[in-house]
């Protein structure tokens, strides 16, 4: 009896185990963040056309999701030697031979290809397309500029924004154009995740300088042009964040809420371009994390009519 429970004992650490380097692998985290966007996107487009496609957004979600996992493992597989020399990323999956560079270079291909066929066939060729931009602009652009420019952060924040429209055009099965309401989420997410990743890379500028990734923290400038950046990009979002309530996407309650998130994330970012401290900047960081979740949450429960 003894014997048969060590055996389901190991059984399921195997399990965690794996569980534990492929949910690393494909960044569960920021994958979940993905779907939350492209439903975030499927609703609104639903919400102002028909009832809700259940089936459809099943659909949507999962080859958007098989996309996103296929890109983060992509990453890692491309970035394997560099990750290795950061303290940060040496415990990735690749780097710390958990999982062979060759089985993730197979299942990050298998992932992204099957995503966009699953999308061509189940959901409609016009968000496979957008998935297809997505995958091959942070693969093949902004993966190797990464070492070449710091102004990966701006092209990268491009792949990062397109899930919300991935999920209107996924809602939207017929007509042509991609409405304003959509391209005010794209405009939410970019301008979000520039003070998010600026203060990524400000508390790690030097993991970076070591791994030989050119941020726009690096150098004698590094520090005012991170945190000049960081300011400016917090009130490009400001209207971005406005617009839902201007286009008839939710109402007043929204406006409020977003106008104080708002307005409390470009005072952080103020706060940090004049401070430059770990501190001020993981003040930013968490602070980020919360903003997108809250500014989404007042758009579904105050959606005008």
């Not at 690393?24 to 993905?34: I, S």
């Not at 990453?75 to 990323?89: I, S, V, W």
């Not at 990743?197 to 070591?210: K, N, P, S």
């Not at 409020?256 to 470009?266: E, H, P, T, V």
């Amino acid at each position: 009896m003894k014997g048969h429970e060590s055996i389901a004992q190991s059984e399921t650490g195997v399990i965690r185990a794996q569980w534990a380097v492929w949910s690393e692998l494909v960044k569960l985290r920021l994958t979940t963040m993905v779907l939350i966007t492209a439903a975030m996107g499927f609703y609104l487009a639903s919400a102002a056309t028909a009832p809700m496609n259940w089936a459809l957004l099943f659909h949507a979600l999962l080859g958007t999701g098989l996309v996103a996992c296929g890109a983060a493992v992509l990453n890692q597989y491309l970035e394997k030697e560099f990750d290795a020399k950061m303290p940060r990323t040496v415990d990735r999956p690749i780097p710390s031979g958990r999982i062979r560079p060759e089985t993730a270079l197979l299942a990050g291909g298998a992932m992204g290809a099957g995503g966009l066929v699953y999308l061509a066939i189940l959901v409609n060729p016009l968000t496979s397309v957008i998935g297809a931009v997505t995958l091959v602009s942070y693969i093949a652009v902004y993966t190797p500029l990464k070492r070449v420019t710091s102004l990966n952060t701006l092209i990268g924040a491009v792949p990062g924004a397109l899930p919300p429209l991935m999920g209107w055009t996924a809602a939207r099965t017929s007509g042509t154009g991609i409405a304003p309401e959509a391209w005010s989420l794209v405009a939410i997410l970019f301008f979000w995740q520039l003070p998010h990743f600026l203060a990524i890379a400000w508390m790690y500028r030097e993991d970076y300088e070591g791994a030989g990734f050119r941020m726009i923290s690096e150098g004698p400038q590094g520090r005012e042009h991170t945190g000049r950046f960081a300011v400016i990009s917090c009130l490009a979002l400001l209207p971005a964040a406005l617009s839902p309530f201007f286009l008839n996407i939710s109402g007043s309650m929204y406006l409020g809420g977003a106008l104080a998130l708002s307005l409390g994330f470009a005072w952080l970012s103020l706060q940090f371009s004049r401070e430059m401290t770990l501190e001020s900047a993981k003040r930013l960081f968490y602070y980020s994390l919360l903003y997108l979740p809250l500014l989404l949450g007042l758009m579904i429960c105050d959606r005008a009519a």
